[in-house]
């Protein structure tokens, strides 16, 4: 025997309960814990500082050529000792010399036609170091003496700063003056008022460019050497509350 459905009304008191909590969820106000939304100014400043730099690195060697290995190997290793003493005669330490790349590689002749397989005709060896040149006034009489003593190949001249670390301090100091100014400019004309910094990190700032010169430029006698200046910057990003 089967039971009559209960009639509608004896759920209404119930969904009518549901629904005035429902709607005291959702009017009820937000407590004094719940998260608000921050206003904040975030920028970037910059600073940079130019100085006369302090030390040269040259890239130089000795590329020999001869009908064999061996001959080639004998003809580079004479070579690069009287450049390596030279570099000694001029008070460069032996911390400052560096070898920084040696190979011994075949030429080979390629017919234009290709009628024949390449062929090897003879040998290259190229043997260079790196040197650091600590007192500038130096460098025109080491240039040449290098290129006079044998050297027959400079691939790179950079200038550079022995102590770049104080450099970058200043540039970095004048990162964070330059955000603060451009904040107060932006806050000034907004009509806001800037609160506490709530984050800060350091941009990518620029480190010291080196100056190059061609070797093609070195290959003279007393050697012209302008070092001019550098510059290092630095960059922060900051973050403000804005009131």
């Known amino acids: 025997m089967r039971h009559a459905p209960a009639p509608a009304t004896v759920f209404a008191p119930a969904i009518a309960i549901a629904l005035v909590l ?91 036609e290709n009628r024949v397989p390449p062929r090897v005709v003879g040998y290259q060896v190229n043997n260079t170091v790196h040197v650091t040149v600590r007192e500038l006034d130096r460098l025109g009489r080491v240039l040449d003496a290098v290129v006079t003593g044998g050297s027959n190949t400079i691939q790179r001249l950079a200038f550079s700063f022995s102590d770049p670390a104080s450099l970058l301090d200043e540039a970095r100091r004048k990162a964070g003056a330059d955000a603060r100014h451009r904040a107060e400019l932006l806050a000034e004309g907004l009509g806001v008022r800037l609160g506490r910094i709530v984050q800060i990190s350091e941009a990518g700032g620029r480190p010291p460019q080196p100056y190059l010169i061609r070797a093609e430029a070195m290959m003279a006698a007393d050697v012209p050497i302008a070092a001019g200046e550098q510059a290092v910057s630095a960059g922060v990003n900051v973050t403000w509350e804005i009131e």
């Open 22 to 112: 429902v709607a005291a969820i959702v009017l009820a106000p937000r407590g004094a814990g719940a998260e608000e939304i921050q206003r904040t100014l975030s920028l970037t400043g910059t600073g940079e500082v130019s100085a006369p730099p302090d030390l040269a690195t040259i890239d130089l060697g000795v590329v020999s050529e001869a009908a064999t290995a061996r001959a080639a190997l004998d003809a580079n290793t004479g070579a690069m000792n009287r450049v390596m003493a030279v570099i000694g005669e001029h008070e460069i330490a032996a911390s400052d010399v560096q070898t920084s790349g040696f190979s011994v590689q075949p030429r080979y002749f390629h017919d234009p």
